[in-house]
């Protein structure tokens, strides 16, 4: 059925090259996550407020994160702004695509995390003398963010293996880029496909593990 | 009953033992079907019509092959990114999809003699302010990954050290990303560029001259290890030439004299 000879020494002579590759994987997925991180927590709480005309666009970013493709999400930064003027390389679409896909999905997760912190605890503080925003930096903020540690986690996972979504906007310098520049040039599609799969699974559990061991340290009561 | 069973398992092991002998060739043949690898985003080598049918002279070629053998034509539509899986996974028995004959290829594939020669040219807009192809140093430049002519500029690009290489996945997003301004040029081939100048869907477009690359020989690829179908092609895109049928096809579809397939000075 499967008529093919596996050529692994060509693949392996590449491994440099695709480890390159792997830290610009790592390095996208770090920022979107960052920039994802500080978007989902403006969003959490903007859809928390009482004012409708913050809900409401925090609610349209949160419903498109969520509910349309990542794939759709790249394209439309790279071909759907440049259609209106606005030209970011593969590499600033690629991170502005899943930094809004990451902030869908957290401020989700966030506001979860937010609903059980009791509302008195920033009552509590405010009767200590606190600011709304001081409280919330203070004592809200660093429980939500326990709470959501580890589904944060989870989508930094999500945002590494999204970050091979880069190829459809010309992006050839992360981990699917390289391996497919490389499968083009020499057609070993298949060694180099397994190799780049082992190489986003390892980093997948290397994060993975590396957060469980974090959580374990960090969350001890 | 074992001296029954004796010569049942026999006969049981020789209609097994027949068709595992069977080469591909054997196989199209006997299934009635030739299934063609053709890249669909590539006119006018392969396209849609109105209707949504596949048409081009990639098409034609198929379909002239699978007459010659005697059976039904499948068009298998398949990026250029993706030919190679195609026939590995045994989704399409062989590729007209204008693959390129490297030798690093070489050594995946097995190649048919060249079926057709593209030249490539400079694709840019008209407000780009480039004239040849030398005024591409230090430009963004985009192609199909992939392709002959992307492999090529992508190590021009690497050499002059400065501006950048974008691939992208299909034609397409190349002519889409060219009109929008997120790429100043691309190299395509003569028949492509004049093909989507053409059809009017991109405004502004215009070929700055011819890349400096050597002609960009294609063949008809299958399984490296399928000598009795390669044969059978390498005489196929003979008698394709010999019968004039090569020639009528490119005039149909380039709407111009086809190009030689000999190379001087050397055999095959």
Redesign the interface.
């Known amino acids: ?4 000879t596996f ?1 692994w020494r ?1 693949a392996f002579r590449a491994l440099p090259e695709m480890l390159d590759g792997a830290l610009v994987t790592l390095q996208i997925a770090v920022l979107s996550m960052l920039i994802g991180m500080t978007f989902a927590v403006i969003l959490a709480v903007a859809r928390n407020s009482a004012s409708r005309w913050l809900r409401a666009p925090a609610t349209a970013w949160v419903e498109v994160a969520r509910n349309t493709p990542a794939l759709f999400q790249i394209y439309m930064a ?2 759907g702004l ?2 209106f ?1 606005i ?1 970011l ?2 590499f600033a679409a690629l991170l502005a695509g899943i930094a809004f896909n990451n902030a869908g999905y957290l401020s989700e997760t966030f506001r979860g995390a937010l609903r059980a912190i009791p509302d008195t605890q920033i009552r509590a503080g405010r009767s200590l003398g606190m600011g709304q925003a001081q409280a919330f930096r203070l004592i809200v903020m660093p429980q939500m963010l326990r709470i959501s540690f580890l589904p944060t986690m989870n989508q930094t996972v999500w945002a590494i293996l999204m970050t091979s979504l880069g ?4 992006m ?1 310098t992360d981990l699917a ?1 390289v391996t ?2 490389l ?8 060694e180099f496909f397994a190799l780049a799969a082992v190489i986003y699974y390892v980093i997948a559990k290397a994060v993975m593990l590396a957060s469980r061991l974090a959580a374990w340290r960090m969350f001890r009561y | 009953m074992t001296f029954y069973r004796f010569p049942a398992g026999l006969l049981a092991a020789a209609l097994v033992a027949g068709p595992v002998q069977a080469d591909k060739l054997d196989d199209i043949i006997s299934s009635g079907t030739l299934r063609c690898a053709v890249v669909l985003d590539f006119p006018p080598m392969g396209s849609r019509d109105a209707n949504n049918e596949p048409v081009g002279f990639d098409v034609d070629y198929c379909n002239d092959l699978a007459a010659a053998l005697g059976v039904e034509a499948e068009i298998v539509e398949t990026p ?2 993706d ?3 195609a026939l ?3 989704r399409a028995d062989i590729g007209v999809a204008s693959t390129s004959d490297t030798l ?2 070489a ?3 097995g190649f048919s003699i060249p079926y057709f020669a593209f030249t490539n040219v400079v694709l840019t807009r008209e407000d780009a302010g480039i004239s040849d192809f030398d005024a591409l140093e230090g430009r963004t430049v ?1 192609s199909v ?3 002959y002519e ?2 090529a500029l ?1 190590a021009d690009v690497d050499e002059w050290g400065d501006g ?6 299909s034609q397409a ?1 190349v002519f ?2 060219l009109s ?3 790429i100043d040029a691309t190299i395509v081939t003569s028949t492509v560029a004049s093909s989507i100048i053409e059809s009017g869907k991109f405004e502004g477009l215009t070929i700055a001259g011819e890349a400096p690359y050597d002609v960009d020989y294609v063949g008809l690829i299958t ?1 490296r ?1 399928e000598y009795g179908l390669l044969n059978y092609l390498d005489l196929f895109v003979n008698q394709q030439v010999r019968t004039g049928r090569y020639a009528e096809l490119y005039e149909k579809w380039v709407n111009d004299t086809a190009p030689d397939l000999v190379i001087e000075k050397v055999y095959r």
């Open positions: 059925m499967f008529n093919y050529q060509q790279h071909f440049g259609s003027g030209y390389s593969p190829v459809t906007v010309g050839n880029g497919q520049d499968n083009a040039r020499s057609f070993r599609t298949f | 250029f990114p030919r190679i899986p590995v996974s045994g690093e290829r050594k995946t594939v985009g990954a992939g392709t992307a492999i992508e950048s290489f974008r691939p992208y996945q997003d889409l990303a929008q301004g997120q399984l290890n």
